[in-house]
């Protein structure tokens, strides 16, 4: 189970950091996602961390603001994100995937709101 947390309402230009704690499986295991949706849109992928969080790639529209990271000790997942903008609004989701043997784990979403 993944379970997001962090989420809420900013303003423009304001910063909100999103956490994402696994239970029942450890995170060390996972290579780590977070994804947005945005109302009548299609989730996107907005950044990546491998295991053990060497490597991090990011969607063009965050790169720069937005930073991911990992603590596997106490499985939690993070999202940095600075100098919102009303287009970074979304229900954003953690994901977790393991390719052998294969797993996936989503979260159920947390709401962030950017607006004046």
């Known amino acids: 189970q993944l379970v997001e947390s962090g989420g809420g309402l900013v303003h423009p230009g304001g910063s909100l950091r999103l956490s994402c704690r696994s239970s029942?499986?450890?995170?060390?295991?996972?290579?780590m996602n977070w994804y947005r949706q945005a109302p009548g849109k299609e989730r996107e992928l907005v950044a990546s961390?491998?295991?053990?969080?060497?490597?991090?790639n990011y969607a063009q529209s965050v790169k720069g603001r937005f930073t991911i990271s990992r603590e596997d000790s106490k499985n939690m997942l993070y999202l940095q994100m600075n100098s919102l903008k009303p287009e970074d609004t979304a229900v954003y989701y953690c994901?977790?995937?393991?390719?052998?043997?294969?797993?996936?784990?989503w979260g159920q979403g947390t709401q962030v709101t950017v607006n004046s």
């Open positions: 961390i491998n295991i053990p969080g060497t490597f991090t």
């Open positions: 029942g499986f450890p995170l060390s295991d996972y290579a």
């Open positions: 994901n977790a995937v393991r390719v052998v043997p294969k797993s996936d784990y």
